[in-house]
């Protein structure tokens, strides 16, 4: 007999009929013998609609509104699916993050736990009922309604999961699991049966949409195995775990992409020490992410700087940039929105020399002209014009081997 | 200054450019130097709507998740008018039943009252700030979550009017006030500046829609004089307070009307001892509601009996009736739901001889037929045909010079 | 018998309960002996709700698919009245705009009417139907679907009620009638039984929120006799019809106010023929609607030009100062957001002398200054600091003898 | 170039966020050189919210109401989903039923297609823009406004796709194909690459959801080729499309179940002519749905006879086998709601002798009882205890080589 950790997002409870479907699948999960512990965020779109109502209805939200707002969402969804397991004859009890015992601190719409005791939680476990939790809430240590922000149903189930010792956490979503590759742009990409912790949060960070890193980052931290698959098909999906050293890597397990980026360019630079440090410092005390860095060799004393920063940073990173150049003569600053990135990534290609003459060789192939590169141990991530990058995605799928 | 209770009920929040109106109130009866306290419904039809969700998810629906879901109704509301005043420069928190310091029973669904302790509320009040608080909600003694059923809002501003001292208790609706009979049916009918408890207790009892009578119990009960008003026209609307023994008495202040009964007549009944009391102490063990009752003198023996239901409960009158019949050997059941009441209600009528004269002679004048009378001390009501219900209603109004 | 329009907005039918309460009604009036006409409003705040998803699908939103889109919601309320007044027994018929007859121009998104054949909803009443018509809208000269325009139910209902010789025009509100001033300010402000065009006119061109004033055009034009009323209460409203010459009129009807302009003041401007002419052709040009204008009398050569514009419009009237007081030398531009308007309406104050002269004693008499002032034969205007504006609203009313 | 109808259902269309992903999706297809014609149902459950509002409403709901007001539900649809597709710089143009040539009988809420005339829609096909036709909806041939019934757009569909001669027909739904077994079962369960019309048919017949059985009837009428995929993971569906005879088939490609039915046997029938033919006459003049049959061998001269009704329909079928019981002399009547059925369906089955003796062999293995047997060409079906049908679906998986 396990104890399974079972959450479920907004569009697999979005309406009554998905609700007793997903009623369904944990009744026969408790049928088959597990303890069942059940985490539920707000059906469908209702959070952003309950932030939407806020906005219509005043300029000023203090965050202890907002927060008593937001959390009206996973209560009633909480509330419905124990109704729906009642009717399957499967008891069941409701608790709130403040009931379920998650202690937070008092940053309002995006609050950390500092402490943890599921007491009730337990109990109920303990009498044999299956506990529905209402995800991403908490109590305040001010004893206030807090909210732990998007994607934190996620968060509460892997907090959930460590603290009762589950077997295995499920976060159920609308996709089947995570591909080898956006398969609108590959689609002969393939479900990827497992994958390892770094692995995933350098896909999520790189292009994959699901799961949200965060709670990626939590399980890996408390060693918490998931399972990401799909309320709407209920087949198996993709495991998350620890790598295992024992077994044979694929050198590349999955090509991602983004078109989020920008690439700015402070050209003319001054080859002077300090000069790099002191923009990228600039950049930081404005907010700015800047994520990779390119800088052209030295030519007669003056360089070319180039970066990429998520594009609603842009204005901001282009206006540091400008008056910075002011100030210590650099010739001028440029942008360009119009790029994307394609990664690879793999836990293999820590032991395997040459991917990136792979990686090099196939885009050249192609015509492909690669602007910018940066690696870190597991992925090597290129810029090229977004015009070609689904070209690029297709490219690598096929040359690393990982077409269906 | 004066300590105000404001309470809006569900259309006067039904969606952002309302709550901003109603914010506006609000600030504006601050800003004149009251304090004030806001109890809030949820917005619209929104409890109709939670409560629908759970039919459409479950057959069962234990009273504790009931509460939890509806529950959510009113936070939503709470917050959002918080926000709004914020936005106008008031500073305002939102209170759970439970943080008001509603304490109730267990009865989920229908709760009741059973301690009050609105520590967070006066101190709310005793910083400046609008306490506004989720209308109908309490904790229960075994620390759930409980809703104390339709209509409660009304009662939890009472209830807080009275724990407080307020000096009055609005409440604000989308009619204008209490009228001297149905708009609808006499255009002539006037709003009342003032109503007595009892008048309105009969004429709620009698078919007038608003407010709810558990609501003017109370307020009669602990003396909170309300105000019963708009908030579309925002104008003055009716007070309802104690009678005022040294004010002259109108004889007739109002005429109501209700096609909610239905009539069960018994004929042919052996006229003994007990047989009638038998019968209605049936009708009480299966939960019928008997209204208004007449018996006709004895004719050789055998007596007609007939009594009003409200119309969901006439097949179980008819059923228990036909058992009865069997037994007693009276001669049959026969029910007739074609017919409606019409009330008069006056508080001066208590000193006033010769009123029920008048409503015969009002009726007989117009051909109207009366089938069933009864009264209470400021109350004579007939049961007529539905078909002149209308006319009998316009024909009192104008005999008893309420007419504009 | 009468032929009456019945015109129900949002609010009137925002859900279930209002419908079939509106189709009560509706049917009542049918059984009294008229026939009845329907037009209806989209459901609560549909409209917006529609727009506001058409915004957050997209950033591009073509006239043609926005008017798709939107009178998708009154076909929703037009057929779920229609279902209403079939189970009281009456028998109904819906018509999309196309259907009865409304062909208007290309102008999406605010067509105006070009012709109207109303050949089917005569039929349905010939044969002592109730049609039903979707307001605001019709069906282009192209053929697609189009709106007339927010408040363009009003238009639908006059349009219709000219165009079938209807005996008078209902339009059902949230409010019960048209005020002497706004019950929120002046609690003793009573509902004005009739109202002549000319002053309704004024009234909601300073202020007062309902109808709409277009509708309001149309039918002065038309002749068409309005009765502004609530579906609420029920109780009569206000009649609108055309001034009655022989009837003794008040010299004052009602108080408006508005806080939704701002003041523009241009200083120091060269008194030259033709400067002002400049500016106020620059503003018509740049689509600043100037309401009120205040010359200084010349001082030294220069002088001062203020004017009022919607607050929506204040940017980019100081905008267009700015240029021009460069271009002809003048001093600066200063404006001002703190402003209100109070306005006296009245027919009668064309034959009497000395009201101006009793609105500035009042007034000076509270301390109010008076900033600018405009008038038409049926209207004087007063420009005061925001926070007195309330003080003047009420001094006016009681002034002139409109307290209850 | 291919011409491809792409056909979103409610929940791919359920929110603006997913609006875009459709638009982004079709725009795709359009830019890899494809001529596209989408077709749309109405935002997620807004049919359904529809049907319960003319619920709510009103007990008396005529058709040609009901039709007007359940088609505002694909005009939002279509109009937002054009809004999206020109953001993304593809024009696009919505179209109603009427629009695009769907002529039908004046059968309300169900009404079949009689004659389709797109031309509209080819036109804007041959200006190169994207025609986005409101699934389900059509024009009777009194020009009333039409709805084809649930699952309608996917007839929409496939009749536009065979008229305009489109090269495939893409259904996306949240599933992500026909799987040889439902997951929720049997998680080794397999998406199918590809599977006949015929076999599709008889697996939706028993218990596969997706696709609607008619679009399925019509698509192999029409030799239309589906491909039914998933508008959330994108990635390749299932293929439908006429048997290929050069191809070796699988004998056995999928096990279905369903618990939908219930059984009822008449006891004691005296063994004679016509009787069993009597039952079955009445059974279908009481629009009972008899679906399996069996008769014991006949035991001095009496026998029983067992037979399956959908749920729905028991209470009536018990009803007429109690009735003509009586007359003809039968011991008695039984029901038993706890059954469940089995299938496995396989074209191969056709040329493979032994596949029954297989089934039974594997169930009795598992100590599973069969108790009424029924087979078609490509099927054999098993009425089991509805609590072993899990076991009995999974043996039967594994024992024909369709686990992963």
Redesign the interface.
């Known amino acids: 007999m396990a104890l399974v950790i079972q959450k479920f997002g907004g569009?697999s409870v979005?309406?009554?009929?998905r609700?007793?479907e997903v009623a369904?699948?944990v009744a026969?999960t408790a049928r088959h013998g597990n303890d069942v512990v059940v985490v539920v965020s707000a059906m469908?779109?209702e959070t952003d609609e309950?932030i939407?109502?806020?906005h219509?209805?005043?300029?000023?939200?203090?965050g202890?509104?907002?927060d008593?707002?937001i959390?009206?969402?996973e209560?009633?969804a909480?509330?419905?699916l124990?109704?729906?397991l009642?009717?399957l004859g499967v008891e069941a009890?409701?608790f709130t993050g403040s009931q379920a015992g998650f202690i937070t601190d008092t940053a309002h719409g995006n609050a950390k736990i500092v402490e943890l005791r599921p007491e009730r939680v337990k109990d109920a476990l303990a009498e044999g009922r299956v506990p529905v939790i209402g995800g991403s809430q908490g109590v305040s240590t001010a004893r206030d309604v807090t909210f732990l922000g998007r994607g934190g149903s996620d968060t509460t189930a892997v907090a959930l999961a460590h603290a009762l010792g589950a077997d295995s956490c499920e976060l159920y979503t609308?996709?089947?699991g995570v591909?080898s590759a956006?398969?609108?742009l590959v689609?002969r990409?393939r479900?990827m049966a497992e994958v390892s912790f770094d692995e995933l949060l350098e896909m999520t960070a790189t292009g994959c949409p699901k799961p949200a890193m965060r709670s990626v980052e939590y399980a890996r931290r408390w060693g918490v195995k998931l399972h990401v698959r799909?309320a709407?098909?209920?087949?198996?999906g993709t495991w998350v775990h620890e790598e295992d050293p024992s077994m044979e890597q694929a050198i590349v397990s999955a090509v991602t992409h983004d078109v989020s980026e920008a690439k700015v360019t402070v050209s003319g630079v001054p080859d002077q020490p300090g000069i790099a440090a002191r923009l990228f410092r600039e950049l930081a005390e404005g907010a700015v992410n800047v994520d990779m860095i390119v800088q052209n060799v030295s030519d007669h004393g003056v360089t070319d700087i180039s970066f990429t920063v998520p594009k609603e940073d842009l204005r901001r990173a282009v206006e540091i940039g400008e008056n910075l150049a002011g100030e210590i003569g650099a010739a001028g600053v440029t942008s360009d929105a119009d790029i994307g990135r394609v990664s690879i990534i793999g836990a293999g290609m820590k032991s395997s020399p040459g991917v990136a003459a792979t990686v090099f060789a196939t885009l050249a192939n192609d015509g492909i002209n690669i602007e910018m590169i940066s690696t870190s141990a597991i992925r090597i991530s290129c810029v090229v014009r977004s015009q070609v990058l689904e070209d690029a995605v297709g490219a690598l799928h096929t040359a690393f081997g990982l077409d269906v």
Do not use: N, Q, Y
């Open positions: 569009t979005a309406d009554p009929d609700i007793r369904d699948h026969r469908g779109k309950l939407r109502l806020a219509e209805v005043s300029g000023v939200r203090p202890r509104e907002m008593m707002l959390t009206a969402g209560r009633k909480m509330a419905l124990c109704m729906a009642h009717s009890d409701s609308d996709v089947s591909f956006d398969p609108r689609p990409a479900r799909s709407f098909t209920w087949e198996p």
